[in-house]
């Protein structure tokens, strides 16, 4: 089992920046891909960004791309979003993921946080 718990959620005005934090405990982490999803008012759950156990390959969902940046550091089994440039229609639960592969982080398999609210006002 791999527990994950975001933080770093919160308020912030349209243009702004946030970081959220992914800390995962239990099974070696730095084995696992992750990633995040979010979920806006009304809206279906949507990929966000994915990194892979390495680190070395990132990707993302075409309405964060060149906004948002995901990046790890192993050693503290934490996974990071940065956010910037944020739009009112960031607004969302913003969920951790983790799953043995890109493809199944992609696919939302496997391991889930409880989510952080970020919320962006214009």
């Known amino acids: 089992q791999v527990q994950l718990v975001e933080s770093g959620g919160g308020v912030v005005q349209a243009g702004g920046s946030l970081r959220l934090s992914c800390a995962a405990s239990?099974?070696?982490?730095?084995?696992?891909?992750m990633g995040w999803f979010r979920q806006g008012p009304g809206k279906e759950r949507a990929f966000v960004a994915a990194?892979?156990?390495?680190?070395?390959?990132?990707y993302y969902g075409d309405s964060v791309k060149g906004r948002f940046t995901i990046s790890r550091v192993n050693a503290k089994n934490t996974v990071y979003l940065q956010m910037n440039s944020l739009k009112p229609e960031d607004t969302a639960v913003y969920y951790c993921?983790?799953?043995?592969?890109?493809?199944?982080?992609?696919?939302?398999?496997?391991?889930w946080g409880q989510g952080t609210q970020v919320t962006v006002s214009s």
């Open positions: 993921t983790a799953a043995s592969t890109v493809r199944d982080v992609k696919r939302g398999d496997d391991y």
């Open positions: 239990g099974r070696t982490c730095s084995n696992y891909a």
């Open positions: 990194i892979s156990w390495s680190g070395g390959s990132t």
